[in-house]
């Protein structure tokens, strides 16, 4: 098969899986939503279409062009035999993100940008992409620096890329899937379950589940977690829980210091 069928075939494969998800999170949710889901969803599209034009400046201007020069000739997967390159560079990158991750919750500056995130109140697939067009901005060096140490080639970096995006997509779905499945499926993936923990209102529950592709990495690092019910705590961060809004999120990240972990004021819409 042509390349361009192969592309068109899994985009169609990729739309009907969203499309599927999405009539399930309607009919088996994972967490009852806490607001009406039409007016959130449509303030988390437009952030996310920000945000996905600023991943694509960053793609176009940064990232492709160090890829097509095959700048990451010296990375460090190139010392590796060919064979298990690929999957060498797969895991480099996905464990990479999780220190990344990791980070954008530790250092203040990153954090204030990555809360807009996960200020949302409820959980879905629309979350996936509520994110600070900043956001990209500012991880744009990190992400260049991963492809120079690292070393993927253009198509390596494309498969994980693809993976990733995937899997953000799924974990954050509002779909209860069977237990049994999904504790198997934890493994290997962030699951649903394991994602919504990181997502929960305490600081405890959010400093776990930092992975966003494969969820070893947590297990590795300690930070696994799968001990709380999946309502045992709101989802958001309690020192905003009226900062939903379009305007208001992208105001978010200049908010005067608080103690984002404590509910310090009435919530207009909760
Ligand atoms: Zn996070």
């Not at 068109?8 to 999405?22: Q, T």
């Not at 599209?45 to 991943?55: K, R, T």
């Not at 160090?66 to 990375?75: N, T």
């Not at 500056?109 to 956001?135: E, G, K």
Request: glycine letters at 6%.
């Amino acid at each position: 098969m042509s390349r361009p069928v192969v592309r068109a075939a899994i985009f169609g494969l990729a739309a009907f899986a969203v499309a599927a998800a999405l009539r399930r999170e309607d009919r088996k949710p994972l967490r009852t939503p806490r607001l009406p889901a039409h007016r959130r969803q449509f303030d988390n599209l437009i952030l996310g279409a920000g945000s996905l034009l600023a991943a694509q400046v960053v793609q176009r201007q940064l990232l492709g062009p160090l890829l097509e020069a095959d700048a990451g000739r010296c990375g460090a997967v190139r010392m590796l035999p060919a064979s298990i390159r690929p999957v060498a560079a797969f895991l480099a990158l996905d464990w990479a993100m999780y220190w990344w991750h990791r980070a954008t919750h530790r250092v203040p500056l990153l954090w204030r940008l990555h809360r807009v995130h996960h200020v949302d109140l409820d959980l879905d697939m629309s979350t996936a992409i509520r994110f600070h067009a900043l956001d990209q901005l500012v991880s744009a060096p990190t992400r260049a620096a991963m492809i120079l140490f690292v070393g993927p080639d253009a198509r390596a970096h494309a498969r994980w890329n693809l993976f990733f995006f995937a899997s953000v997509l799924f974990h954050h779905a509002n779909v209860r899937l069977p237990r049994g499945l999904e504790e198997r499926l934890a493994w290997v993936l962030t699951t649903p379950r394991m994602h919504g923990i990181h997502h929960m209102a305490r600081r405890d529950a959010t400093d776990s589940n930092w992975t966003s592709g494969l969820s070893f990495w947590d297990r590795l690092h300690g930070s696994f977690r799968m001990d709380l019910n999946d309502e045992a705590l709101p989802i958001g961060v309690p020192g905003y829980p009226d900062q939903l809004g379009v305007a208001a999120s992208l105001a978010l990240p200049a908010a005067p210091s608080a103690d984002d972990w404590s509910s310090r004021r009435s919530a207009s819409n909760m």
